[in-house]
């Protein structure tokens, strides 16, 4: 199974752009790369996903590497209510859904 | 529009005692179902899945266990809890068909054992 590795934490001033990193350097050729976040005490809630195109939409955009080794996932404005866990998992077909640590992001006033 | 319903929102129960959680969705059918747990200050631990009817994988050795009677309705249980087993049990589903889709959650029980 590809395996991902996140920041433990990151903070950002609220306004600004949030650059979540991750690493799947053992990413295989049919599995995509998601993005979830929890905030406290909820259940997580699906942000974005992609094979190997940059991905944009409402909330997020998506930035993939040619070799698909990593991504970055950016908030572009980033508000107080963005301060989550944010996971990044890859999966073949959402048969086998793995959720690491993530990464715990604190947007500042 | 697809709904998941997850309850109760919180339990309280003794060590030893019988656990049952239900989970069922609504406005799909063959959906993935999945079972997680979340120990306080934890990631998610994914504990079952499941792809049709009947059909449960175990990821990891416990006294829970799973059982899928209905298409739409996942079922977490145990004959007897420990107090390991306190945390945050989340239920979720995603559509079988086509490409890669997303998955959605359920709003957790909080189960604390005492």
């Known amino acids: 199974d590809a395996k991902t590795t996140q920041p433990t934490s990151m903070d950002c001033a609220e306004g600004r752009a949030a650059n979540l990193p991750c690493n799947h350097s053992?990413?295989?050729?049919?599995?995509?790369v998601y993005w979830y976040r929890q905030i406290h005490s909820q259940g997580p809630q699906y942000i974005i996903h992609?094979?190997?195109n940059n991905e944009t939409n409402e909330m997020a955009s998506l930035i993939i590497t040619e070799d698909r080794k990593s991504s970055t996932l950016i908030l572009p404005h980033a508000t107080l209510r963005d301060t989550a866990v944010y996971y990044c998992i890859v999966s073949p077909r959402n048969n086998d859904m793995r959720f690491g640590a993530g990464t715990r992001l604190t947007v500042k006033p | 529009s697809q709904t998941i319903h997850q309850w109760p929102a919180t339990l309280v129960q003794p060590v030893g005692s019988p656990l049952s959680l239900e989970c069922t969705v609504e406005?799909?059918?063959?959906?993935?179902l999945y079972w997680y747990r979340q120990a306080a200050g934890r990631g998610l631990q994914l504990l079952f899945y499941s792809v049709g009817i009947g059909q449960i994988s175990s990821e990891v050795p416990q006294n829970l266990s799973a059982s899928r009677p209905q298409d739409r309705q996942f079922i977490l249980s145990s004959k007897k809890l420990l107090l390991s087993d306190s945390g945050f049990y989340l239920c979720?589903?995603?559509?079988?068909?086509?490409?890669?889709?997303?998955?959605?959650f359920g709003q957790g029980t909080r189960l604390t054992v005492v």
């Open positions: 979720a589903w995603s559509r079988r068909q086509g490409l890669n889709t997303e998955a959605f």
């Open positions: 992609g094979l190997k």
């Open positions: 406005g799909t059918s063959n959906p993935n």
């Open positions: 053992t990413i295989s050729g049919n599995e995509y």
